[in-house]
């Protein structure tokens, strides 16, 4: 229930993510008077809009933000993110928080066909939006190995006409960043790794690799990518 000692402050929340409803929620405990903008029309940011169902059910996601509603939070969505706050100071808002994330989706140049590379996050977002409408064709190769990459190989798996999923990655697993547990759940939904490749060019759906072996250690203590000269894989794609 909304916190019965409020304290007069009014915040605004830019962003309707984890960070701004975890914000929204304590500070709406804590006695303030709290709104959260975003520009979406539905809460939940990268939780409601990123990762797959199979990951996070819906509806867990949707209880969260009735907790928080039912705290006194108010929530302005399809908003312009664009915000002037300087108008939110006019409007009264004592404080702003930004919680805008961090979403950017680092590019991977290769030669070739470069308009068939897409970010994990746009095509976590095409997934979640409408998987049936997804046309991925037969192989699909997932560069990475970050829970990212895991969760976009996962996803890939459930598009329809979709045989073969692979993650490249240029070290071996164990040097993976992802979770154990998210590695475990890829190599049960069959996705194939492909160790100790780094993509080179993509051309007649033939994704050409350089192959790598490990050598000494490098400041982040994993062993570190070294070049095999002249020696190369190639994977249809």
Same mark, same amino acid.
């Given at each position: ?45 990268? &939780? @409601?809009? !990123?990762?797959?169902?199979? $990951?996070?059910? %819906?509806?867990?996601?949707?209880? *969260?933000?009735?907790?928080? /509603? ?91 006409? &979709? @045989?073969? !999923?692979?993650?490249?990655? $240029?070290?071996? %697993?164990?040097?993976?960043?992802? *979770?154990?547990?998210?590695? /475990? ?53």
């Amino acid at each position: 229930s909304p916190c019965q000692n409020t304290n007069g402050k009014k915040v605004a929340v830019i962003g309707a993510g984890p960070s701004g409803l975890a914000a929204g929620y304590f500070l709406a405990r804590a006695g303030f008077d709290v709104t959260i903008f975003d520009k979406r029309d539905r809460a939940g940011g990268t &939780v @409601e809009y !990123v990762i797959p169902d199979f $990951r996070i059910p %819906k509806d867990a996601i949707s209880k *969260d933000v009735q907790l928080i /509603k039912r705290m006194g939070v108010k929530f302005q969505l399809g908003v312009n993110a664009d915000f002037d706050l300087a108008r939110l100071k006019e409007e009264g808002f004592n404080y702003i928080y930004l919680a805008i994330g961090a979403g950017k989706t680092n590019s991977l140049f290769i030669d070739g066909e470069q308009e068939k590379v897409m970010g994990a996050i746009s095509f976590l977002e095409q997934y979640n939006e409408s998987n049936d409408r997804l046309n991925l064709g037969k192989n699909v190769a997932v560069i990475g190995g970050g829970n990212s990459a895991m969760d976009a190989a996962r996803a890939a798996k459930r598009v329809n006409g &979709v @045989e073969n !999923v692979f993650i490249i990655y $240029r070290r071996t %697993k164990e040097y993976m960043p992802a *979770d154990r547990e998210e590695l /475990k759940l890829a190599l049960e939904d069959g996705v194939i790794f492909k160790e100790l490749l780094s993509p080179v060019s993509l051309h007649d759906g033939k994704l050409k690799c350089q192959v790598l072996e490990l050598g000494e250690q490098d400041n982040t203590g994993r062993k570190k990518p070294v070049v095999k000269e002249g020696v190369f894989e190639e994977l249809k794609v």
